[in-house]
């Protein structure tokens, strides 16, 4: 690292930079999982963004491994690695039992089989040069598909013109570190951290500017819902964000739907905030990178 800085300052100017936003997104989901341990339940929060942002993670660290010139991603995701795991076994204590199974579940088949697969394959199969565009290129896959998640927050910020669940400072700090990485593989030439971040980008201004101008707009969707097929619309939406079952709109009183509407923007943020790029999470991004 101490080369690194030597030879290319800017580049570890970035990867500071990114490795200092990644580590406060990463301790976005605190609040959360204060409120879990406070009364002792996941009031049905789901799982998944934490065992993939783990799993994001731990690609990385061992991309980072094999590519040493991208060094400054160790301390990020090894940072991730710890932040998720605790996130993870304080979720598997406070689920329900069935929450509990399929959290195990998928932690298994992602973490321990999928990784493991990926670990063995590159490292019996291919060597040198060829095993690090290949784990590269399974890094930018993995990258590319996490930043696609915020197109359902785009869609429901467009479908009912409220940014009720898309902060504006999440989606400026969540840019400004898709900025930072995409600069540190830029000047580090590693074409794999910087591809997914331009991706990671777009989607940050989309979102930046769709606060700009939807933040005054009267929601089109008002507490009694008309509107089956948006309000099913808007259900599927929040399911895809949460993971959980679809609850129709209409069949809640005002207020158990502002509450279930606020647990549901929470969630949804907090899913945006654990899995984005590359240290950090919309997408990990890395922090997943």
Same mark, same amino acid.
């Given at each position: +690292? &101490? ?6 300052? $800017?580049?570890?100017? @970035?990867?500071?930079?990114?490795? =200092?936003?990644?580590? +406060? ?32 993670? +731990? *690609? $990385?660290?061992?991309?980072? #491994? ?10 990020? %995701?090894? @940072? ?56 590269? $290129? ?27 669940? +898309?902060?504006? #400072?999440?989606?400026? @700090? ?6 930072? $990485?995409? #600069?540190?593989?830029? *000047? ?12 990671? @980008?777009? #989607? ?7 606060? *700009?101008?939807?933040? %005054? ?16 619309? =808007?259900?599927?939406?929040? &399911? ?28 949804? %943020? %907090? ?19």
């Amino acid at each position: +690292m &101490a080369v690194l800085s030597l030879d290319h300052p $800017w580049a570890f100017a @970035f990867g500071i930079l990114g490795n =200092i936003i990644s580590f +406060m997104v990463y301790l976005a989901p605190l609040p959360t999982f204060y409120r879990v341990y406070r009364k002792k339940s996941t009031e049905g929060f789901q799982s998944v963004p934490y065992v993939v942002a783990l799993f994001s993670s +731990m *690609l $990385w660290i061992y991309y980072a #491994f094999l590519n040493t010139s991208v060094s400054l991603l160790i301390t990020i %995701n090894s @940072f991730g690695c710890v932040i998720e795991t605790i996130y993870i076994v304080m979720y598997i204590i406070y689920a329900p039992k069935k929450a509990k199974i399929f959290t195990v579940k998928i932690l298994f088949l992602l973490n321990v089989v999928i990784f493991g697969l990926i670990l063995l394959l590159t490292l019996f199969l291919s060597e040198g040069p060829r095993r690090v565009r290949i784990l590269g $290129w399974v890094c930018v896959a993995f990258s590319v598909s996490v930043f696609i998640a915020p197109l359902s927050v785009i869609r429901l910020v467009i479908r009912t013109k409220s940014v009720e669940f +898309m902060p504006f #400072f999440l989606s400026f @700090f969540l840019t400004l570190s898709a900025v930072a $990485w995409f #600069f540190y593989g830029l *000047l580090s030439k590693d074409k794999y951290v910087a591809l997914p971040n331009i991706l990671g @980008f777009t #989607f940050g201004v989309a979102q930046m500017v769709l606060y *700009l101008i939807y933040r %005054n707009k009267k929601p089109a969707v008002i507490e009694e819902c008309k509107d089956p097929e948006l309000g099913l619309a =808007i259900g599927k939406i929040s &399911a895809t964000e949460k993971g959980a079952e679809v609850h129709p709109i209409d069949s809640k009183s005002p207020s158990s739907s502002d509450e279930e509407s606020s647990e549901q923007g929470e969630q949804s %943020n %907090n899913d945006r905030a654990i899995i984005s790029g590359n240290g950090g999470v919309e997408s990990t991004g890395n922090v997943e990178v």
